[in-house]
Structures are given as C-alpha cells and as structure tokens.
C-alpha cells in the first residue's frame, strides 16, 4: 500500500453544541477540514487543509496515512468522508489509527486483467462490484485486487466465494457477483441460428 503524507492540528471541542457549530463552520470557512482519530488509547480532534487531503481523497488508490498531528507521528488509514449535498465540498474526515499486529476492515479496489473466453465468443464483460471489503493488518492490504478473467465463459459470473487471496479475509457476501460476462444481443442472435 502506498503512503500518503498529512499534517493536521489539534482543535478545540465546545462545551455547548451551537458553540461548536459555529467554531466547525468558522474552521470550514478558512479551508479547514474538521477531522477525527480513532481506534488508538484516545480520540484525537484535529484540523487538515483542503487542499492537503486533495490528492488522497479524490482517487481511486488507497493509502497508509503517515499522519503527524502536533508534532506526534501515527500511522493511519481514512475511514470515512462526509461531504456537502450540494456543493460536494468536504465536511469530515475520520480516520482510523492502524498498528501493525492489528487487523482492520478496507475497501480495495478491484482490477480485472486477461480476456474472458466469454468476450471472445461476443459476450460483455461487466464489472459489477468495484470494491471489495477485505479484513488483514494493514501491511498485507493490497493497492488493489487483480483478478484473471481469462477462464469466464460466456454468460458466467465470478463470486466473491470463488475469489482467494493469500493473507486476506473477503468479508463480502460470497454469493455476490464481482463480475460477470453477459449476453450481447449478436451474441444471443448467434447462438439462435445455430
């Protein structure tokens, strides 16, 4: 898994929740993103810059967040992110402080390689599940899963129960479908003329 470096500063909680609605929208205001950490002895408050998260929110990698708040130096992954309805501006960032013996739950892209037999015969590959939930210590996490596709005949699907990796624990459904190769409407008009 890549790293990502990020920098925040500790910020204080009101005591009266109309205070802190104001001091969070004063904070939003000067580019300042609210942030919370989880998961260590204590939950830590702190801000981040808009413009230093850019680059780890919007793509589709996933990261190890070396992440240095007031000077302490955690290491971390992003759990979650609200955003605003209208305007998608972002309004909270949890995080999720990692250890090393610790397993943790992720969503890891999924990437399909090879051509399908399926495809070949006129068929579509579709992918239908582009993340995967997979429970390990975040060293063993992968930037994302590759899946070979090479054997998916035409009108067959992959399940999550007949995915695999070593050191990983889907946490899916195993019935659901990752990906399927279906029918073209030539590829049905073929097959009924023969």
């Known amino acids: 898994m890549k790293t990502f470096q990020l920098t925040g500063k500790t910020r204080e909680i009101a005591a009266r929740p109309a205070d802190q609605k104001r001091a969070l929208k004063a904070m939003r205001n000067q580019s300042e993103i609210p942030a919370v950490l989880y998961g260590g002895d204590q939950v830590t408050h702190f801000t981040v810059t808009q413009s230093d998260v850019r ?43 990692v250890f090393p013996e610790k397993p943790i739950v992720m969503e890891v892209p999924v990437v399909l390689e090879g051509h399908a037999e399926g495809v070949k015969a006129g068929g579509k ?18 930037e994302r899963l590759v899946i070979n596709v090479d054997h998916l005949g035409l009108g067959k699907t992959m399940q999550v129960g007949d995915i695999h990796f070593e050191g990983l624990e889907i946490m899916n459904a195993k019935n659901a479908v990752v990906c399927a190769v279906q029918l073209t409407r030539a590829a049905r008009g073929a097959q009924a003329k023969a």
């Open 55 to 97: 680059k780890l929110v919007y793509t589709p990698d996933i990261f190890a967040i070396d992440l240095t708040i007031d000077g302490v130096q955690k290491t971390a992954v992003m759990k979650e992110i609200q955003f605003h309805p209208v305007t998608d501006a972002i309004l909270h960032i949890d995080f999720l402080e």
């Open 125 to 142: 590959l579709q992918l239908q599940m582009r993340k995967l939930k997979v429970k390990a210590t975040y060293t063993d996490i992968p």
